[in-house]
């Protein structure tokens, strides 16, 4: 009777996509592991779940056409199996990135010299999304591309007039695997 409310519960806490005593599955979302990505940014997009940090408003490293490559990363067995895929940065066509040993986070510094600690993520908003369906619905995507940005450099590098520390913004994008 244990042994089934231990199964039960890896089932039932875990959506059934794995559990601590198995194997994770090998496709998440549309995605697996190492998989080579290429994401091209749509307009901003906002609703009643975007993040109270302020917006970057004009930034300049997220403009639409902007694109991002990076390699997937499926959470494995010693996290839970969790249904996420993290955004392993390699590039960005509006500026240099510096990545490091977190996988989602890296430093981007813009043409202007404006710089900072940025994070890019794929935010699920629908728990059957794909995280390769193209084009979004506008009004109600599946998933969001979510960008925050520390700044490290001298704010008014980044904007005009002074800015809040730290903002983020989300976006409507579309995922290609070459």
Do not use: Y
């Amino acid at each position: 009777m244990r042994w089934a409310a231990i199964a039960g519960w890896c089932l039932v806490s875990l959506g059934g996509s794995g559990c601590l005593f198995g194997d994770c599955p090998d496709t998440v979302r549309g995605f697996k592991e190492g998989d080579q990505v290429t994401t091209l940014l749509g307009e901003s997009f906002a609703d009643a779940t975007t993040s109270t940090t302020p917006s970057c408003g004009k930034l300049g490293d997220l403009d639409p056409g902007t694109t991002l490559s990076w390699t997937a990363h499926l959470r494995g067995p010693g996290d839970d199996c969790e249904d996420t895929v993290a955004v392993h940065l390699k590039s960005v066509s509006s500026g240099t990135l510096a990545t490091g040993p977190i996988i989602e986070v890296a430093t981007l510094t813009l043409p202007g010299g404006c710089s900072g600690t940025w994070t890019i993520s794929l935010r699920v908003l629908d728990f059957g999304a794909d995280l390769t369906e193209a084009p979004p619905d506008p009004q109600h995507p599946s998933w969001v591309v979510e960008r925050s940005f520390d700044v490290t450099s001298d704010p008014t590098l980044c904007w005009p007039d002074m800015a809040p520390p730290r903002c983020s913004d989300r976006f409507l994008a579309e995922n290609s695997k070459p």
